[in-house]
């Protein structure tokens, strides 16, 4: 279907349903059950799985196709934000010229940053963009303060001189981000017994961006040009010798990955309308490293994995505090109840990071493949079980 | 001409701490050749060290005192340090008035300690994978070190006041007839970074332990050949330098107050001075690390700021980026050496 063969297919099939009823698979407990705040289903915290679920996706492209490793793709990800909040600033409160604009934009910057970043490779090529992403911050932090709003933040004000559109509404307020009129924070609210569903119109625009962006990287990926990312991977010396120029290549996986991270932070501005200078420091460029490499570099699936992880962790392993501690390890004995509260204490709430950090270095040290690898190791271990029942004896491996 | 001075001042300070990180750095590459993004992390844990060994100094006994009395009327509770008590006010005070240079006795075990249990536990297991890996898995180290410091120290920046006698202003241009004050702390990190540095370059120079170290730098599989276990003294390798980072954030803290992120915003700044240097460049490390200082004090004057607005907040990632595209193997690299 649409080009693709069958495994595509489902897993596209796959991610769309899970997209499509994320509302329901993400709230399965009741509202007001003790269980409620693990439920993930509000508008606000399902957009930035699937905004930053196409930033991991446009970066494994990148990474994941051609191992050059970005420390600053953060950078795209704040030019898309800002390019769309002045969109909205100037032209219409409507999300299709911002997201356009900001998609341009960092795809531009992407064309001059990667055209002089790629022209090292290896440790090089990572100190060059984390340069290029530090200047980025640096500035929009200072002397752009007329663009950027400085440390502020740039937001939308009162007396915008919105071209087409009201710069302000009939009783005063600032407008909100609409598609075409339908308004982008309007959810819809089902309440199925105990349950409360939100079905949010932001989050559904974004969940068919992603599908789109999804399967662009699925046709990206089985392309010949895919194939020449990854031969550049597995030996890029290989390649010049037989008198190719990989860098027009890499130029473009840059330049695509850029435009992915320009398209998840105008999306970003869109669902808020205000856009931060701290989104292009570099520790958010290791972020979406982290959530590469935590979901599975170079396998499609594994970035929007990690992102969903991580973004979950974040938003809700970081609200469990020592109360609620105490109310999990409540039935037990008082002395055995604080010291397991003690133990796992550091581990949640302000304390998420040291979990994310220890978590992330077992898993570049033990499953360098991700979460997909972990998966998949699981998978063919429950094969061999199941096989091992019928068949006794081992494969015997063939002589290379 | 008094402007001019006081700019390659301010930029030496700076420059000592970008040297010092920028030594450690490169130790490490030069030896292991692993790329350390936990580098900054030690910088900070050194830097943690000297709190610890105020807080300690500082552990004290509360006593009643009936003469005084709080603003409420109650007696008030005075605390008495047990080393005040022990040595008599005046000693006592000054032992705790000089808790950040004590702190160094402190930070060296402690730091060789902890670069060891590093190397040991984790790094060794990263010399064979490539150096993406390398960067993720210590870039996973820096968050889970710089989290355990979070979580035993808090997130606010912790003041550790230097020495009162090292705490003041000085005209250092006094010498020379002109008038240049400046805060005399500054001057001993200064004069203690080159100290730790002439150390470690005559530590390789001058002893058996450092030759042997510098041909394995240069050719580690040879050496391994001619029977040496030069594994166990790259990892001695590794406690130093991990020493190195320790005291320059140890000497840091009367500068900046210590927090638990001060190790992520040098990191970036380092390794861009070891690029600029050249990757496993010792001499080259310290050089740009002075250069990027003094560079980055002179580009934060007036005058050159009212002429390129902004330059101060760009110039080192500027000239790293220059020095990359034009000199891949930095100022001092040597030729063939990770030039690609």
């Known amino acids: 279907m649409l080009g693709m063969n069958k495994n595509d297919t489902t897993m596209l099939l796959l991610v769309a349903v899970l997209t499509m009823l994320a509302p329901f698979i993400l709230n399965p407990f009741p509202t007001e059950s003790g269980w409620a705040q693990f439920n993930a289903g509000y508008p606000d915290l399902m957009q930035r799985f699937v905004i930053f679920g196409i930033f991991a996706i446009g970066f494994n492209i990148l990474f994941g196709l051609t191992g050059y490793l970005s420390f600053g793709h953060a950078a795209f990800l704040g030019i898309g934000s800002y390019s769309a909040v002045w969109m909205f600033k100037l032209l219409s409160m409507n999300v299709i010229p911002a997201i356009l604009l900001s998609v341009a934009m960092a795809g531009v910057f992407a064309l001059v940053i990667g055209y002089i970043s790629l022209r090292r490779s290896g440790i090089y090529f990572s100190i060059l963009t984390l340069a290029f992403a530090q200047m980025s911050f640096n500035l929009a932090y200072s002397v752009l303060t007329p663009i950027t709003n400085g440390e502020t933040g740039l937001q939308l004000t009162l007396n915008d001189p919105r071209i087409l559109g009201l710069s302000q509404t009939a009783d005063g307020s600032i407008p909100v981000t609409s598609l075409f009129g339908l308004e982008m924070r309007s959810t819809f609210e089902m309440v199925l017994g105990p349950w409360a569903f939100q079905f949010n119109v932001g989050y559904y625009l974004s969940a068919l961006v992603l599908l789109a962006a999804f399967y662009l990287s699925i046709r990206i990926f089985r392309s010949p040009f895919g194939l020449m990312l990854r031969a550049v991977k597995s030996n890029q010396q290989r390649m010049n010798y037989t008198g190719l120029n990989t860098r027009p290549y890499t130029l473009a996986a840059f330049v695509i990955s850029g435009m992915y991270a320009g398209l998840a932070g105008g999306l970003l501005a869109s669902m808020d309308p205000l856009a931060g200078a701290e989104r292009m420091q570099w520790t958010a460029s290791g972020e979406v490293v982290l959530m590469t490499i935590l ?82 190791r699981i998978a063919a271990w429950l094969r061999r079980k199941k096989a091992g029942k019928n068949t006794p004896t081992s494969t015997i491996e063939p002589a290379e | 001409m008094d402007a001019i001075l006081l700019q390659i001042l301010n930029g030496l300070d700076k420059g000592s701490a970008y040297a010092l990180i920028a030594l450690g750095l490169t130790l490490i590459f030069g030896t292991l050749g692993v790329v350390n993004f936990a580098h900054g992390a030690l910088f900070m844990i050194g830097a943690f060290c000297a709190v610890t060994v105020q807080r300690i100094l500082n552990i004290s006994f509360e006593t009643v005192d009936p003469t005084q009395t709080d603003f409420l009327g109650n007696a008030l509770i005075v605390k008495t340090p047990y080393l005040e008590a022990w040595f008599g006010p005046e000693t006592g005070g000054s032992i705790i008035d000089w808790a950040v240079p004590l702190a160094i006795l402190f930070a060296i075990p402690v730091m060789v300690f902890v670069g060891f249990a590093m190397e040991r536990g984790l790094i060794k297991h990263f010399y064979k994978r490539p150096h993406a890996d390398q960067i993720l898995v210590t870039f996973g180290l820096a968050i889970v070190l710089q989290e355990m410091i979070k979580f035993f120290y808090g997130a606010n920046p912790i003041q550790t006041p230097a020495p009162e006698m ?91 107050s210590p927090n638990y992120h001060m190790g992520m915003d040098f990191l970036v700044l380092s390794f861009v001075v070891v690029v600029v240097g050249g990757m496993g460049s010792l001499p080259g490390a310290v050089l740009a690390g002075f250069l990027l200082g003094i560079l980055e004090s002179f580009a934060s004057m007036n005058e050159i700021k009212s002429l390129i607005p902004g330059i101060d907040q760009i110039i080192i990632y500027l000239v790293a980026i220059i020095i990359l595209l034009v000199r891949p193997r930095g100022l001092m690299g040597r030729k063939g050496v990770m030039e690609e």
């Open chain 1, 295 to 376: 979901g599975g570099a170079g396998t499609l699936i594994g970035p929007v994995l990690g992102a969903g992880f991580i973004k979950y962790f974040e938003n809700i392993f970081s609200k469990i505090n020592e109360n609620v501690l105490h109310g999990w390890f409540g039935a037990l004995p008082d002395g055995l109840e604080d010291l397991l509260v003690t133990l796992v204490y550091p581990f949640v709430g302000k304390g998420w990071h040291m979990t994310l950090g220890i978590l992330f270095v077992l898993v570049v040290v033990f499953l360098p493949g991700g979460l997909v690898e972990g998966g998949q």
């Open chain 2, 166 to 256: 090292l705490s003041g202003i000085v005209n250092v241009g006094a010498i020379i007839g002109m008038d240049i004050v400046y805060p005399v702390w500054r001057i001993v990190y200064f004069f203690f970074s080159l100290l730790v540095i002439g150390g470690i370059f005559s530590f390789l120079q001058f002893t058996t332990f450092g030759m042997v170290v510098r041909a394995g730098m240069a050719d580690r599989e040879t050496v391994g050949l001619l029977g040496i276990n030069i594994d166990k003294r790259f990892t001695i390798m590794f406690g130093i330098a991990a020493a190195v980072a320790g005291l320059a954030g140890v000497m840091y803290t009367p500068i900046n």
